[in-house]
Nanobody, 117 residues
Framework: QVQLVESGGGLVQPGGSLRLSCTAS????????MAWFRQAPGKERELVAN?????????NYADFVKGRFTISRDNAKRTVFMQMNNLEPEDTAVYYC?????????WGQGTQVTVSS
């Protein structure tokens, strides 16, 4: 079955950086829009950033991470990344990788990011 495996989460101090990775198996990776979502305790899951498929692919960011987070993908390695800089305590959440190609959608298991001094 399709698997999305995230890595790179952890504990970091405010102002620090982390790089998340998500590697997919059993999908034609280049056909899928890839995204990162996050869910903080007691809150709904929200879109952080996405990278659309195809040679003219675009990236989009939630306002709360613009200028701090960067999403990128390596189709040959079937991997999507998210570089997170200048992290804030409010960024603490479980981060989920998402692959989407209508009508299919797949989720990773999530990786915890904690920003605390």
């Amino acid at each position: 079955q399709v698997q999305l495996v995230e890595s790179g989460g952890g504990l970091v101090q405010p102002g620090g950086s982390l790089r998340l990775s998500c590697t997919a198996s059993k999908i034609i990776f280049g056909w899928y829009d890839m995204a990162w979502f996050r869910q903080a305790p007691g809150k709904e899951r929200e879109l952080v950033a996405n990278s659309t498929s195809g040679s003219a692919g675009t990236t989009n960011y939630a306002d709360f991470v613009k200028g701090r987070f960067t999403i990128s993908r390596d189709n040959a390695k079937r991997t999507v990344f998210m570089q997170m800089n200048n992290l804030e305590p409010e960024d603490t959440a479980v981060y989920y990788c998402n692959a989407h190609r209508t009508p299919q959608q797949f989720w990773g298991q999530g990786t915890q990011v904690t920003v605390s001094s």
